[in-house]
């Protein structure tokens, strides 16, 4: 069983829709919860961070459950640059900082 | 600007050859990371370490070992490389002093062994 599990996708969405994405995580002693993206043949980068009262970075938006163990990830208006791989990410280990990720989802916005 | 930098970006090495990729920080991280990317299957975690001279097993260790001597440099040896490592190695560090404790990655090495 994987720690972290994801939609694969690709969810295909055309210029300023809303979507959303879905991570749910097998660990309920994990402490830190995050949203990366990564870009074709390039290292993933952190998106942010996700809080237990909810956070919100422009048009992006992430809640975290912990009751139901998922975290989400809203993505309004988006945008054709906006089109990538979002890989959920969870610490399971707080002392020593040791992430675990999401196979991916990848997004693909369109004209 | 903070940086990871990883020797390499592409590599293509042969069967049984013994393989070196370094990874140097320059951000006074205390943990450093190794992981091996591959479709379908994510981020894998091949080892870590959270101090000079101080290495933890990964998810999948098995054929590889590593080296931090110093604090920026952390170093993956493949000891006799296989087909089966042909792979996307992406290094990674971060500190437990940072707010957020998120990862920064190097660019990658693709490594192809033939």
């Known amino acids: 069983r994987k720690e972290v599990e994801q939609d694969p996708g690709p969810f295909n969405v055309p210029e300023g829709a809303t979507v959303a994405f879905n991570c749910t995580y097998s660990n309920s002693a994990s402490q830190s919860f995050f949203w990366y993206r990564q870009d074709c043949r390039k290292e993933p980068k952190l998106l942010m961070s996700v809080y237990s009262s909810g956070n919100e970075d422009g048009r992006f938006t992430a809640q975290l459950n912990r009751a139901s163990q998922y975290i989400s990830l809203l993505i309004r208006d988006s945008k054709l640059s906006d089109s990538a791989t979002y890989l959920c990410v969870v610490n399971e280990e707080y002392n020593f900082n040791k992430f675990y990720f999401g196979s991916g989802t990848k997004l693909n916005v369109k004209p | 600007d903070v940086k990871v930098t990883q020797s390499s970006r592409y590599l293509v090495k042969r069967t049984g050859e013994k393989v070196f990729l370094e990874c140097v920080q320059d951000?006074?991280?205390?943990?450093m990371f190794w992981y091996r990317q591959d479709p379908g299957l994510g981020l894998r975690l091949i080892y870590f370490?959270?101090?000079?001279?101080?290495?933890e097993k990964g998810d999948i260790p098995e054929g590889y070992s590593v080296s931090r001597e110093k604090k920026e440099r952390f170093s993956l040896i493949l000891e006799s490389a296989s087909t089966n490592q042909t792979s996307m190695y992406l290094c990674?560090?971060?500190?437990?002093?940072?707010?957020?404790?998120?990862?920064?990655f190097g660019s990658g090495t693709r490594l192809t062994v033939v």
């Open positions: 990674a560090s971060s500190s437990p002093r940072d707010s957020n404790y998120g990862y920064t």
């Open positions: 951000m006074d991280h205390e943990n």
């Open positions: 370490s959270y101090d000079v001279k101080m290495k």
